[in-house]
């Protein structure tokens, strides 16, 4: 019987002052650790079954996960800072503090998956030797308003909402609370696939949804809109890269991923049929499953790397 791995917990400041609330769970020594970055609106606790699967599977990984600034018990800071580049930066912050060396695995969902790929950008130089594998779960590289529900970020009615929270905040946080209980079907089907969902899967969903704060929300939409990381996506045929996304994903549809797999060669690109943009919710052993093959590629090309520089030496 699998034992739950005793969770670690550690606060870890950013480069402008924000305390992260960082998670680690596994050996201390493992030789590779995986970061685990959740998504917009949601927390650590997204993570739960998928990380719980990896460190059953995968006993010789260290699995890390934290709270974005302004989501879980994360701090807030100013909304100016509710960006991705900045988000980037924070993953920066926690890597040099709780994996200063060793390789490490990225693996994001979602808008976590443009935080992982905004760090790439950000530290090109890190692919290879830090950097050992990238995970990209339901997210895309550019163009994040022109599929979908995405494509409801060019209407006005965003930028109305955006000029309320901030004239308003309060006001609209408790009008938030009301609107998330309406419009609870509406957001079962942009979350979901066309799978059974468990009870405890929507109230988890719902619960981190109602949980954030409306100036975390809105404030990213903004960072969503200008979004293009796709000239880093040929940096990522260096390495080990599994890209999965769920074929009736309505918030970046499989299309995203395409794109993706196109510009990086030899990546492993999964598609769960019928689970949604929440895959790593409605999914998370096949989830697992894939991230543990990105684990066992990124842990063998490492030791044929070493292997080769032993043999020039």
């Known amino acids: 019987m699998f034992a739950r791995s005793v969770e670690r917990r550690a606060v870890v400041s950013t480069?402008?002052?924000?305390?992260?609330?960082?998670?680690?769970?596994?050996?201390?020594?493992a030789e590779l650790t995986v970061v685990l970055v959740h998504g917009h609106c949601l927390r650590t606790e997204s993570w739960?079954?998928?990380?719980?699967?990896?460190?059953?599977?995968?006993?010789e990984a260290r699995v890390v996960c934290y709270d974005h600034r302004g989501h879980g018990d994360s701090a807030a800071a100013s909304s100016r800072t509710y960006n991705l580049e900045q988000l980037g930066h924070d993953l920066r912050?926690?890597?040099?503090?709780?994996?200063?060396s060793g390789p490490v695995v990225l693996v994001g969902h979602s808008m976590g998956g443009m935080t992982v790929l905004t760090y790439v950008g950000q530290n090109p130089h890190e692919i290879g030797t830090r950097i050992v594998g990238v995970g990209l779960i339901a997210t895309a590289a550019s163009g994040l308003a022109d599929a979908g529900f995405g494509r409801l970020l060019r209407h006005p009615i965003i930028a109305a909402f955006q000029a309320a929270v901030r004239r308003a905040p309060r006001l609209m946080q408790r009008a938030k609370r009301v609107a998330c209980k309406v419009f609870a079907p509406v957001i079962r089907i942009a979350e979901f696939g066309n799978r059974k969902v468990s009870a405890r899967v929507l109230a988890l969903a719902y619960a981190m949804h109602n949980e954030t704060p409306i100036v975390?929300?809105?404030?990213?939409?903004?960072?969503?809109?200008?979004y293009d990381r796709t000239d880093v996506l040929p940096a990522l045929s260096k390495i080990p890269t599994?890209?999965?996304?769920?074929?009736?994903?309505?918030?970046?549809?499989?299309?995203?991923?395409?794109?993706m797999v196109a510009a990086i060669d030899y990546a492993d690109f999964v598609t769960i049929d019928g689970a949604g943009h929440s895959v790593i919710l409605e999914q998370p052993g096949e989830v697992a499953e894939a991230v543990g093959r990105l684990i066992r590629r990124a842990g063998g090309a490492r030791r044929f790397a070493t292997a080769e520089l032993a043999l020039v030496g």
Do not use: Q
């Open 15 to 29: 480069d402008d002052g924000v305390a992260l609330a960082v998670r680690e769970y596994g050996r201390r020594d």
């Open 242 to 259: 599994m890209i999965l996304c769920g074929s009736a994903d309505l918030m970046t549809p499989p299309s995203h991923s395409v794109a």
């Open 48 to 59: 739960t079954d998928v990380r719980d699967a990896l460190l059953r599977d995968n006993p």
């Open 93 to 100: 912050s926690v890597l040099d503090a709780v994996a200063p």
């Open 216 to 226: 975390t929300m809105a404030s990213f939409l903004s960072s969503f809109m200008s």
